[in-house]
Structure formats: C-alpha cells, structure tokens
C-alpha cells in the first residue's frame, strides 16, 4: 500500500505502520530511522514517535537505536569535545529523544553506544564497552527473537546494523586501517580526560542495497509504510546469518564503487583496491591544484 503523504501523522498512523510490519506489544526492536519527511506531524516529535512506538510495545516491549558520536582525526584530538552520557546521537531524532527520557539507559560505549527503553533495556546494554563489539547488543537481542526496523533508509543506509556484528566476528571491522587515525576523549572515573582508540571501524554502508536482496529471501521480511517512511523490518538472527554467509563467501562484497572512499579503501583484506584510491585521490588534488592557479 502506498502512503498518503498528505495525511497528517499522529500515534495511530505510526502505529498502523508498525502492525503492518508484524511489530506487536512484547516485541524488541532495534530501529534505525531518517525522520526527515515526517514534515506533517500532529503533535511534538516525542509524543508521536517516541511514545508511539512505545505505547505499541507495550510494557513488555524494549526499544532500541543507536546513539553514536562522532570520532575525530587523531590530528585534531586537541580540538575534539570531550563526551559524556549526555552528549547528543549523531543518528537523529528518535535517538535524541530517547535520550532526553528519563525512562533510558544509555550502553558505555565509546563510539557506538546505544540507548534503550523497556522491559530488558538494562539487559541489552549492560556490558556494552570498548572491549565488546561495537554492536554486541544486537547479539543480546538475538534468544529474545528481536527485530530490526528500518524507517526511511533505504536509499542511505539499506542493510541491516547485524552485518558490522558479521564483520567483527570474522574479524574484519578490526582489520580496518581508518581506525588508527580515529579517536573520541572521554571523562574516565576519576574525571581525568581520556583518549580512546576505537578497536574496530565498521565503514562505508553505500554499497548495502547489495544485502537487501538476501533479507528479502527469508520469510520474516516485512515491508511497507510507516506514515510516508517507506520501511522494512527482519528478524535479527536470520539477517545475522544471511551477513556471515555472505561475507564468508567475500569479505570484500559491500564495499563501495567510489574510488574514493577511504573507508572501502583502507581495509587490509582489500588491498587491490588501495592503488585506485590512491590514483583517485592524487588526480584530485591536481586539478583543485590547476583551478587555483
């Protein structure tokens, strides 16, 4: 069916998205989510998004989204802000306004920290450090049959988070080179301002689309419309499965086809693709060279 995008959206529009997608009360969800074309809301964002969904969940339900922030060049770690809980998500609305309830627990995370509400909100982000998988929580949600939502992604972000869980188990994300010039600074225990090195860089989502064709394959894929959010939703452990098979078969098969991407470029089991970045990069610099003079 597809959505009116006049029709002004309150709680019962999102709700009767969510119940189109097989979402129902007792669920967990991890939700990725673009809010950019809820233009028509009636109501404040918290009230219809936020509290939507959770109405919907219900009070055995659990909410989850991501709350990343962002990393910095080690070279400009003097200028880089120092985090703390509160520091808002890079990842949109729902997260902040998850953040802002008092009802949330955020993970400890240094980089990829998430936040949650309901009934295991606290199980699922209990341990979730630096020494953990940037995305160990959805491991956690796998025994609870969790779901991941996409809402709006599909044309940025396609696939499903699980496939960065596929890549650290195979120990690729910790074979990215990036994550050597990155770093975020934290307050530690003492109050004292600490560097933190990330141990793993997910990298580039351009080349996703390429795992939504395996998803659509398993009978629990859903798609469909959340007000005019054209959106899709699949059990955790079978896109999980569906990740590691895939990139068992090719570590290589998500990267991007731009020649300049340094997150597709610098991983180490993709070195035939460093000469092209390379090449890409210094034509580049040449003709901003030759339009300056």
């Known amino acids: 069916m597809i959505a009116n995008k006049t029709e002004p959206i309150t709680q019962s529009v999102i709700q009767a998205g969510l119940n189109s997608l097989g979402i129902q009360p007792g669920d967990h969800i991890f939700v990725q989510s673009d809010f950019s074309q809820f233009t028509k809301l009636q109501g404040n964002p918290r009230a219809v998004l936020l509290n939507g969904i959770l109405e919907l969940l219900g009070r055995d339900g659990t909410l989850v989204a991501p709350a990343y922030v962002k990393t910095f060049s080690i070279r400009n770690k003097d200028a880089a802000p120092v985090y703390d809980a509160k520091t ?3 990842t949109g609305t729902l997260p902040n306004l998850m953040l802002r309830d008092s009802r949330s627990i955020r993970s400890c995370h240094p980089t990829h920290s998430m936040v949650a509400i309901g009934r295991f909100a606290d199980d699922f982000m209990r341990g979730h450090t630096l020494e953990v998988a940037s995305f160990e929580p959805l491991r956690r949600m796998f025994s609870y049959g969790g779901k991941c939502l996409l809402i709006n992604c599909a044309q940025r972000t396609p696939g499903m988070p699980t496939v960065h869980l596929a890549q650290y188990d195979l120990g690729l994300s ?3 080179w990036l994550r050597h010039f990155l770093c975020v600074k934290q307050l530690d225990s003492s109050g004292e301002v600490e560097l933190i090195r990330p141990r793993e860089a997910p990298g580039c989502s351009r080349n996703f689309d390429s795992l939504l064709t395996r998803y659509i394959r398993h009978e629990n894929f859903r798609a469909g419309f959340i ?8 059990t955790m452990k079978s896109a999980y499965e569906s990740d590691l098979q ?13 020649p300049r991407c340094s997150s597709c470029a610098l991983r180490s089991y993709n070195l035939r ?8 990069v210094g034509l580049g610099a040449i003709k901003r060279m030759l339009g300056s003079v």
């Open 273 to 280: 693709r460093l000469p092209v970045y390379v090449a890409a």
């Open 174 to 176: 910790q074979r990215h």
């Open 88 to 90: 808002p998500a890079y």
């Open 246 to 258: 895939m990139l068992i078969k090719n570590p290589r098969c998500i990267t991007c086809d731009d």
């Open 227 to 234: 007000g005019p959010a054209y959106s899709y939703v699949c």
